[in-house]
Every structure is written in C-alpha cells, then in structure tokens.
C-alpha cells in the first residue's frame, strides 16, 4: 500500500508470520528500501489433552489479534466445520487412547488483504500425534521393562539404567554401567531391578550389583554360551541361569550364584529349553514348565506347569500360569493350587504391586483383578488391541508400545 503517514496498520494480520518492508520515494522519483521487519509466527499451539471425564480434548490460547479475526475452519480427520466464534478455543472429540489425531484451526481475517475475497484467505496451525501423554525414552519405549517399586520402573537403554517415575511420567535418573572404563552391553534385569547381568570385553560378563554397584565379572563366560544372543536370567540376590550352546553335547543350563561363584546345576541336557525362568529369590527355577528348587535335596523337578509362566515379583513361590485362556495361581513349594480363573483376553502384564493385570479386547483394554479375575476398569479404544502389540500397566499407567501413557481414573 501506499501512504504518506509515518504509521501503517495492517488490518489483515491475524498472527501470521510475515515480513514488511518500507520503500521511500523521493521527490526525484527515485526509490530507496527504508528497512524491513520480520513478524514471526504468533497462531496459537494446539495442545490435546484429556479432562476428568476422560475425553479428549483440544485447546489452543484466544488468538490476540481476535478483532481481526471473522472465523475459524475446523478440519478433524476427514470431518470440517466453521465457526464465527472467535472465542472458540476448545474441541471436546471422540479419540480414544492411541488414536493418531490431524487436527487443523484455519484462522480467517475479517479484512483479508488486497486480492483476497472474503473468506478465502486464511492462516492455519496444525496438530498431529497420538491421544495419549508421551513419555519417550528415545524412538522406542525400551522393553522389558521391569517394576521396581510400586512408582517406578526401569529398563536397561544406552549402556545406563534408566529409570521412569510413573506419577510425574518422568525419566527421573540415568545409572551408567561401566566396568573399568568399560561400558557393559546387553544387560537383563533381575524381576525387582536389583541385579543385571552383561557383557564386558569379549569373552568376558558382568553381574552387577544395583544397590552397591559392586561388580563381580566372570571371565571366558560366553565362550561357552555363545554370546549374549542367548538369553541370561538373573535374580535379585545374584543367582542367574547360563545357558549353553544349544548344538553341542555339552549344552547345559546351570544355576549360578555370581555372588559366591558357586553353581547349582538344577538341569542339565543336550538342548536349550525356550522358556527359562528364575525366581527373584533365586531359589525357583523352571525350564519349559519343569520346576526346580535350589533347596531340594534331589535335583529332580518338583512340579510340571504348562504354558506362560511367572513368577510373583513380590513372592517367589507363588507362580502365575496362564494356559488356555485359565489363569491359575500356584504355591510352588510345597506345590500347591491356590486359585484358579477364566481370562478369555489377551494378557499383557501383572501388576504386583497392585495385583491387578492388564488385557486387551474388542476395542478395548481391560484391568482385571489378580485375586480373582474380576473386571475392574475398561478403556475403550477405537482398535482391537492384538497379541502381537505391547501395552504395559504399572501403577495405574498404561503405556503403549509407542510410548504413550494413559492414567487411569
């Protein structure tokens, strides 16, 4: 435009990010470029989050160049409405937890600029995630995770021990595992994060105690076991299984207290078994669903369970089973049955510290009680989750494979 005030004023900013630039024309009729000025962008950032009734909802702050504004285009998915309430600033939708969320505000200038007709000119702030409260660790929620106290998991990332504070959905502390100036690789930890085991200079491992951070390394180990490709288990109190070459005469599964460098050799065989699991006691171990007790004075296994096994991380000889859509609870020595449910859904994960289980159905998840099955709270979901998906419930938590966090209410 073109004005012989010393002022100008823009009626069809509304925010947007832009530059202005003042040219001078002398009474010769020469030009000269005065200056320019660069507004950066000031439309409002879109936020979802999720009210006490636990929908969804979108919010941005009031645009303050308001008396400027005429309306709004909405664009939610494939859905677009207006309005000409410039005090709009809240969406309530009908996303469920990990729906993916495109919502577009599309602001219109009540005085568009020269060339526009009405309502044809418009400046738009976007959002695009998931429903749900990220908590990245990094690009992927690292599993598995392992639940430390009834407010805290950990999982081994980045040759540290992360640990992630579920009140404030925060990483809240990073414990480095270094020997000698040797960063350990491929650490496993123990049910209630108290130990982990791993790698140090080839052939050599490492068990690691959390709490003193005291180290007790084991030499020429993974010439025997074939690298940390294969599994290691370790219990709380130091005791943990190796596993030998699987195609050797020689393959074995031992027991091994790395504390006392003493081995129980529970059992023994020419393959290695595809379900392994020790207790956080270290006095429990099974291999695929035959039972041993450190304590026994025979070396023959003292119970058969088939299916998913675990042990409670809060008592170690108690033992879940799942098989075949029945959930049953064992006392493992003397062994015993102590009770037994349906669970027709997907399990995903126990809670100890709550005793309460997390599953997934016909879009759905659903918390069950570990005392007897019954259904405590369901999360409608758009999807039906599947069993090849990981979904976690830890105190009242859920977190998604993707690292999205629902609380549950």
């Known amino acids: 435009c073109t004005t012989h005030d010393l002022n100008f004023v823009d009626s069809s900013y509304v925010g947007q990010s832009t530059y202005y630039t003042v040219y ?11 200056g320019s000025l660069y507004m950066s962008n000031n439309l409002s950032v879109i936020h979802l989050n999720i009210n006490d009734n636990n929908e969804y909802c979108l919010w941005w702050n009031k645009n303050p160049y308001y008396k400027a504004v005429n309306g709004f285009t909405f664009k ?28 577009t505000v599309s602001v219109i200038p009540k005085y568009p600029s020269k060339g526009y007709q009405p309502g044809t000119q418009t400046y738009s702030m976007s959002f695009g995630d998931y429903a749900g409260i990220p908590v990245r660790i990094t690009s992927y929620w690292y599993t598995p995770m392992v639940q430390i106290s009834k407010d805290l998991v950990a999982c081994y990332y980045n040759d540290s021990i992360q640990k992630f504070q579920l009140s404030t959905l925060k990483f809240i502390s990073k414990q480095p595992l270094i020997y000698n100036g040797i960063k350990v690789s491929g650490a496993t930890l123990s049910p209630n994060g108290k130990f982990a085991f791993g790698g140090i200079v080839y052939p050599n491992c490492v068990a690691i105690n959390l709490e003193t951070n005291q180290f007790y390394v084991f030499k020429d180990m993974l010439t025997y076991t074939g690298g940390l490709s294969q599994s290691f288990y370790i219990s709380d109190v130091g005791i943990g299984i190796i596993m ?32 392994t699991l020790i207790s956080p006691d270290g006095q429990f171990y099974i291999t695929d669903g035959y039972g041993y007790y450190k304590n026994n004075n025979s070396s023959n296994y003292i119970f ?29 020595f003397p062994f015993t049955k102590l009770q037994e449910f349906d669970v027709p859904e997907i399990v995903y994960n126990i809670d100890y510290f709550n005793k309460e289980f997390l599953c997934g159905s016909t879009k759905m998840l659903r918390i069950r009680s570990l005392q007897d099955g019954s259904i405590i709270k369901d999360i409608p979901m758009t999807i039906t989750p599947q069993s090849t998906a990981n979904y976690f419930l830890y105190n009242h ?4 494979e993707n690292q999205y966090a629902y609380q549950v209410k």
């Open 24 to 34: 001078v024309k002398k009474k010769d009729g020469y030009t000269i470029d005065w």
């Open 76 to 103: 939610l998915g494939a859905t677009t409405w207006q309005s000409t309430n410039i005090n709009d600033t809240l969406i309530k939708t009908n996303l469920h937890f990990k729906d993916y969320c495109d919502f």
């Open 244 to 275: 030998g070459f699987s195609g050797f005469e020689n393959a074995f599964e031992t027991a091994y207290d790395y504390v006392h460098n003493q081995a129980y050799r529970y059992h023994s065989s020419k393959y290695i078994a595809g379900k």
């Open 304 to 332: 058969y369970v088939a299916g998913r096994f675990e042990f409670f991380t809060d008592d170690s000889n108690k033992l879940m089973v799942l098989n075949n859509s029945k959930m049953t609870i064992y006392q493992c």
């Open 397 to 400: 938590v859920i977190v998604s």
